[in-house]
Nanobody, 130 residues
């Protein structure tokens, strides 16, 4: 069964850190670009960060640049999102998605196209609050 499973979410105080994991099963991530997305209550899903399948190239939304770091460990078939200096506005359900090749980079800022991404995880809740 092809699936992505996110973990690592939870409650953290402003300024704190969390590391999210996106583990793949049923397929290998080597040939897939992986993206992290989030959806806050009442808001549209938005792209947070993505990492290329081919050259490890990365992209970050302006709202998280300098605070979040995406990385991948193909040996563990897992992608990570290290989130530092968290803010209350980072509160959301975070999901990862996998798409073959580098097409995801072109879709990243177009939420209406997210439905075309091949595999989605179920999401993990991140709550930033004091």
């Amino acid at each position: 069964q092809v699936q992505l499973v996110e973990s690592g979410g939870g409650l953290v105080q402003p300024g704190g850190s969390l590391r999210l994991s996106c583990a793949a099963s049923g397929f290998t991530l080597d040939y897939y670009t992986i993206g992290w997305f989030r959806q806050a209550p009442g808001k549209e899903r938005e792209g947070v960060s993505c990492i290329s399948s081919s050259d490890g190239n990365t992209y970050y939304a302006d709202s998280v640049k300098g605070r979040f770091t995406i990385s991948r460990d193909n040996a563990k078939n897992t992608v990570y999102l290290q989130m530092n200096s968290l803010k209350p506005e980072d509160t959301a359900v975070y999901s990862c998605a996998a798409d073959r090749g580098d097409r995801l980079f072109g879709l990243f800022v177009h939420p209406v196209l997210y439905k075309y991404l091949e595999v989605w995880g179920q999401g993990t809740l991140v709550t930033v609050s004091s």
